[in-house]
């Protein structure tokens, strides 16, 4: 039977859907699958968009229809048949999972003890305990403990559990002295800090709300939060001095210099960027305003509405924004918050759930960035001027994963961050060609390649290239490790590194592995990425720095050294390699458990292993592939990513003196979140190693 957890709340607003988010991303590091559920919804015809959101997560493993109970006319018409309806509907969800996130109902936006007294009926039938969530909005500590305590009263009487409590929206100052007064109710309890981009609407829904028509502008930016409003009724200067970051600006139609003020104010480098501009009243620019606005080349939406100004300033205060599928940055920023305030551990004790044996392509990416966040690093992204770079920046600044310097023209970078509606207000952002940094670099590089004949002034032109910039960042300390590739080929990105950083005292050979995540377990690839035709001693090189990356991430190493014979039943050139190959890793690394010449299938085949190895401790069990050469090992993790559905992470360079990884051209923002996490942990190896002492494992993490 599957552990469950109720959240519920005495009234409409709580951010319940912040809660639940934060608890099924904590749930989805420790077990396999998890389940989401919610007992009652508005209507069949109408879409649930906290089931949307919770399903949008990826270690959650329900449809859509099996996450809704019944509706709240159900409710009204027979609650006692209702309540069996969804015991029942629950159940199939509570089968296929390990654990369930309960969120309770949430129709009647005011404070309703019939409202909750039902849902402690459904969590009493459930057999769930209820995290009671209580808005902090505009009260005092003291009107928050007492709306709780009243609430836990309410929920005892309908015979459940309340095993904690959560005040959201708090006001930021206040934190602390909401949970001391939360404090006497004698259990856990949290505070989350009010935060209103996750209340505030995106332009789109406003449009709508509004009735209204797009008709200057890209569609595509209607997807930004606008988290003021401004009735822009004034004189030219007023407006201006009240202009705000993500502003939606009202304005009458028939007002062209107000138009034109705004859409100039965006576009200046000195000014807020807007999220849009309402134009009310139905009229419409002519068109020399019209091409005027065009001319200025800004991307800013622009909607016409025929209703008046009190009443188009009244539809968009009155329009709720939700934390929804399609907005990353509202959820970035609401599983932050919940990172940053909740204690995972306690939490994760209350709700008395065991750590699974399996490790999902999920849990593997979640435990990645705990790691990269239990000791921040300082990551450079050359690549400032790409927006799957900004996108993954915003998430990972968000989600307090690494710190980060851009590169690229700070004005260019921040404007088209604001156009998106991401917030880099935590990164850093450096223009090589006007860098202070750029003489040093020039030195530095000119006396590391003297020996190639490199003079001051080449030096100069070579280092104000992103990836020679980023990679000397590295060098010198500025930062601790670097990611690129998203619009630069391989060698553009790693070639620096050869040069400039160099490989470890020990390794001869920079290589590559993939972290290959299965359905149950994470294997090692390597080398897939860099190396074409190893020698013995390369490919031992391989074998030991694969073997040490396979430990840094939690895979206990058991290296196959792969070719196409078994043991000593083949021989030739290749075969000869291998087994050379396995000798050398041997006599370097006794401790290291390895075993080959071994074919793939007697690997990873524990009956295959009895027949041909039967005495071998790698053999059926191998975690680390060494693959002979590049076409074998690159063909072959593709084969698996396709075939078996894997998560192929990476590549992970290795052996060089400081991390720096390449991405893939067709990187996705999640490739690029993962591999910035990577660096990071790659990062925090190297620094307990400077310092002599190991790195946390993930268990020590999760923990």
């Keep these: 039977m599957a552990r469950s957890i109720y959240i519920a709340s005495p009234e409409g607003h709580t951010g319940k859907s912040t809660v639940a988010l934060g608890l099924v991303d904590l749930l989805t590091r420790s077990v396999g699958q998890v389940g989401v559920f919610r007992p009652v919804t508005r209507g069949r015809g109408e879409r649930d968009t906290v089931v949307d959101l919770l399903r949008g997560h990826g270690g959650v493993n329900v449809s859509y229809e099996d996450g809704l109970g019944v509706t709240y006319e159900e409710v009204h018409t027979d609650a006692d048949a209702a ?32 409202e909750l007294a039902f849902n402690a009926s459904v969590a009493a039938n459930l057999g769930a305990p209820v995290l009671l969530v209580v808005s902090a909005l505009d ?36 934190l602390d002295a909401v949970r001391d007064a939360l404090g006497r109710l004698g259990l856990p309890a949290w505070a989350l ?26 569609e595509a930016l209607l997807d930004r939060e606008a988290e003021h409003m401004l009735v822009s009724g004034m004189n030219t200067e007023h407006i201006l001095e009240r202009l705000k970051e993500g502003q939606l600006a ?31 009243g139905g009229y419409r620019p002519s068109p020399q305003v019209t091409r005027m606005v065009e001319g200025l080349g800004q991307r800013l939406p622009v909607i016409s509405t025929a209703l008046d100004t009190y009443d188009a300033a009244k539809v968009v205060a009155s329009t709720r924004g939700v934390v929804s599928r399609g907005t990353q940055r509202k959820k970035d920023v609401a599983l932050g918050t919940f990172e940053q305030h909740v204690d995972a551990a306690s939490l994760m004790r209350i709700l008395d759930v065991p750590r699974s044996d399996v490790v999902t392509p999920l849990m593997f990416e979640s435990t990645l960035l705990e790691r990269a966040r239990a000791d921040r690093r300082h990551i450079v992204l ?12 915003s998430t990972l600044l968000s989600r307090q994963v690494a710190d980060l310097t851009l590169l690229g023209n700070e004005a260019q970078v921040r404007a088209r961050a604001a156009e998106l509606g991401l917030n880099l207000d935590g990164a850093r952002v450096v223009d ?66 050869f040069e400039i950083i160099k490989t470890k005292p020990d390794t ?101 292993a009895r ?57 996705l923002v999640q490739d690029i979140v993962n591999t910035v996490a990577i660096t990071a942990v790659q990062a925090q190896a190297d620094k307990a190693a400077a310092a002599g002492v190991g790195a946390p494992t993930n268990k020590e993490i999760t923990a």
């Design 508 to 608: 001869s050979i920079v290589s590559s592995v993939f972290l290959m995540c299965l359905a149950d377990r994470v294997l090692v690839y390597g080398d897939c990425a860099v190396n074409p035709d190893p020698t013995a001693e390369q490919l031992a090189d391989i074998a030991i720095s694969s073997a040490a990356t396979a430990a840094q991430f939690g895979v206990d190493p058991r290296v196959a050294m792969l070719s196409y014979s078994t043991g000593q039943s083949g021989s030739g050139a290749d075969v000869d390699k291998v087994r050379t190959a396995t000798g050398i890793v041997r006599e370097r690394r006794p401790d290291l458990s390895v075993e080959g010449p071994i074919q793939y299938d007697a690997a990873v085949d524990a009956s295959v």
């Design 611 to 667: 027949t041909k190895l039967p005495d071998s401790e790698v053999a059926g069990r191998a975690t680390v592939f060494v693959f002979p050469d590049l076409n074998t090992g690159n063909n072959t993790y593709k084969a698996v990513q396709r075939s078996a559905g894997a998560v192929a992470v990476g590549p992970v360079l290795q052996g060089l003196n400081k991390p720096v990884n390449d991405l893939s051209r067709g990187a």
């Design 382 to 393: 050359p690549e400032g001027g790409d927006d799957r770079i900004l996108r993954a920046a």
């Design 193 to 218: 800090p009010e935060v209103p981009l996750l209340s505030a609407p995106v332009v789109r829904d406003v449009m709508r709300a509004l009735d209204g028509e797009l008709i200057l502008g890209d």
């Design 250 to 280: 009202i304005a009458a139609g028939d007002r062209p210099e107000v138009l034109i003020t705004l859409v100039t104010a965006h576009a200046s480098e000195t000014f807020p960027s807007l999220a849009g501009i309402v134009l009310n």
């Design 432 to 497: 090589p060609a006007s860098s202070e940094l750029l003489e040093r670099f020039a030195e530095v590089y000119a006396e590391l390649r003297a020996h190639k004949g490199m003079t001051i002034e080449r030096a100069r032109e070579i280092v104000r290239d992103v990836s020679y910039f980023g990679t000397m960042m590295v060098h010198l300390g500025l930062a601790d490790g670097m990611v690129s590739g998203a619009a630069h080929t391989t060698a553009h990105t790693i070639k620096p590194s």
């Design 139 to 174: 009260r005092t500590p003291e009107d928050v403990a007492a709306v709780a305590e009243l609430a836990v009263g309410e929920i005892a009487q309908g015979h459940a559990t309340t095993v904690g409590v959560l005040a959201n929206r708090c006001a930021p100052h206040q």
């Design 83 to 114: 309540l069996s309806r969804i015991v029942d509907r629950y159940r199939t969800v509570e089968r296929d999972n390990d654990a369930v996130v309960i969120v309770g109902s949430d129709y009647t936006d005011v404070a309703s003890p019939a």
